[in-house]
């Protein structure tokens, strides 16, 4: 069975610096990985995801997430944070065709001016 | 906005009572996902539809059970209501039956047992 640790469940960041938010997952078989975010009282909105082809992913709002098959990790940096990214972030992995998501524990990110 | 909708957005009820939540998926979307959100057990996959049968069924409870009708939406029954059942109950719904068809997420069923 598959299992995603986010070993951290807050970070405080200042705004304008760099962070990341680690992942790792479990899994016998391949899998497919995602980064989704919750804003405060919404339902999840998929960040990133990884399928297959380039390890490194990116999103539209410069958050990017490395697939590192070695090291079992699918972290998620942003080079320069922003006030409105306060949120909760969810890493989740997806066995390839079996369609259901495992998520980890979250991490909320906090960003302060 | 996903265009998942769910209804209703708050329930308050009490201990060992029956509530049924409501999911519409997206327009032209096959399969339907639940998921609970606790503070306990955080997010936990629940039970998946598609096209109306049951294709993969996750920690849910004998107390739940779910179903998905020919207009496509589907509803969760929660039975014998406990404390414990207090949680953001979340639907998903995704396209197709390939190996991968993102999930998009409704805003979510907020429960409360008291």
């Known amino acids: 069975a598959q299992s995603v640790t986010q070993l951290d469940s807050q970070v405080p960041v200042f705004e304008e610096a760099p962070v990341e938010l680690r992942c790792n997952y479990s899994?016998?078989?391949?899998?497919?990985l995602f980064w989704y975010v919750q804003y405060p009282n919404q339902g999840l909105q998929l960040l990133l995801k990884?399928?297959?082809?380039?390890?490194l992913v990116e999103s539209i709002n410069g958050f990017e997430a490395e697939f590192n098959k070695s090291q079992t990790s699918f972290h998620l940096r942003k080079p320069s944070v922003h006030i409105s990214d306060t949120a909760e972030y969810f890493c989740?992995?997806?066995?390839?065709?079996?369609?259901?998501?495992?998520f980890g524990t979250g991490t909320r990110l906090l960003v302060s001016p | 906005d996903s265009g998942v909708t769910q209804t209703p957005k708050h329930l308050i009820t009490a201990t060992g009572q029956r509530v049924t939540l409501r999911c519409s998926p997206r327009?032209?979307?096959?399969?339907v996902y639940w998921y609970q959100q606790s503070l306990d057990q955080g997010l936990q996959f629940l039970i998946q539809?598609?096209?109306?049968?049951?294709?993969a069924k996750g920690n849910i409870l004998e107390r739940f059970s779910a179903q998905q009708f020919p207009d496509l939406h589907s509803e969760l029954n929660l039975s014998s209501l406990e404390l414990g059942d207090s949680a953001l109950y979340f639907c998903?719904?995704?396209?197709?039956?390939?190996?991968?068809?993102?999930?998009?997420f409704g805003p979510g069923t907020r429960l409360t047992v008291l």
């Open positions: 539809y598609y096209n109306g049968e049951e294709r």
């Open positions: 990884y399928l297959s082809g380039s390890t």
């Open positions: 998903a719904s995704a396209g197709g039956s390939s190996s991968y068809n993102e999930q998009f």
């Open positions: 899994s016998s078989v391949s899998v497919y």
């Open positions: 989740a992995v997806e066995n390839t065709g079996f369609q259901k998501l495992v």
């Open positions: 327009s032209g979307d096959l399969s």
